[in-house]
């Protein structure tokens, strides 16, 4: 359709030069010839980029690693984006965001500067769908831990010096945003990512199957950890990441979070066998599971 839509212009143009022209076959006629059709060319490409959905991959504070598993798609992500407009992904490019309307920004990380709260509150203002891109952005990540332990005790594992540092409380960007969607995992599952983007980019919400992580490890034929007496969130946490973890032996931590229907009680109960409390409480810190795993709790006593 693009292809056709230009000739038709450039017939236009022609005939228009040919009609102004008077037949004239001059060099002066054949430059004006071209310019125009080279004008109704570049229009006809700006428009059909225009067309395309409008979508941003913006960094909070973070270690960048859910960026990267797209990256590491290789051409498949590429191909992706030449469905989009990218109007900004600083691993790809070095422009200022031009600050044009999107129609879905992928956000991975924490506000934790003034200058990330700030980015947030934008991107969501001129966005018609924010996702959250990954652990860090979802549930708080590996640095909720300091959230966990009182004071200034972590802080100054960093810095010999901390004064005039702003150690602000980890928190995950629902507390400032409304968040359309969430791709969990530490880092995302890139395959999920080029499953479901495509919903997103038509402006519609997809649904992650409420399947705990072992559904997965069944599929791929691993021996449960938990009958080894190996401590392992699975059976509470949302599957979708291929049992990556379990796969190789290690129990799941629960980067993806709770299931909508998973059992927290039966897990504690479960893994009073071989883990104890302290142990259970360390291990859900890692990823901020603790958080959510409390607000569970505190719901089923209701």
Known sequence: MLKLGYMETDIKIKVKVRMDGAGDDSPSSMTATTEKTAVAKQAIQEEAVSSKPKIAIVSLTSCEGCQFALLDLGERFLELTNLVELVDFRLLE??????????VVFVEGN??????EKTLLEVRRRSKLLVALGNCAAMGGVPEIKNYHEGKSTIKHVYKYIQ???????????NFVKVDFVFPGCPITAEEFLN???LLLAG???NIPDNPVCVECKKKGNRCLLLDKKPCFGPMILGGC???????RMGCQGCRGLRPTGNVKAMRMALKQFMTDEEFENVTEIYGLRDDIEDRERQDKK
């Open 94 to 103: 070095d422009e200022e965001d031009p600050g044009a309307e999107l129609d």
């Open 111 to 116: 506000p934790m500067t003034d200058e990330n």
């Open 164 to 174: 005039g540092i702003d150690n602000k409380e980890v928190k995950e960007i629902d």
């Open 196 to 198: 479901y983007a495509p």
């Open 204 to 206: 519609k919400i997809p």
């Open 242 to 248: 291929d049992a990556v973890c379990p796969s190789a």
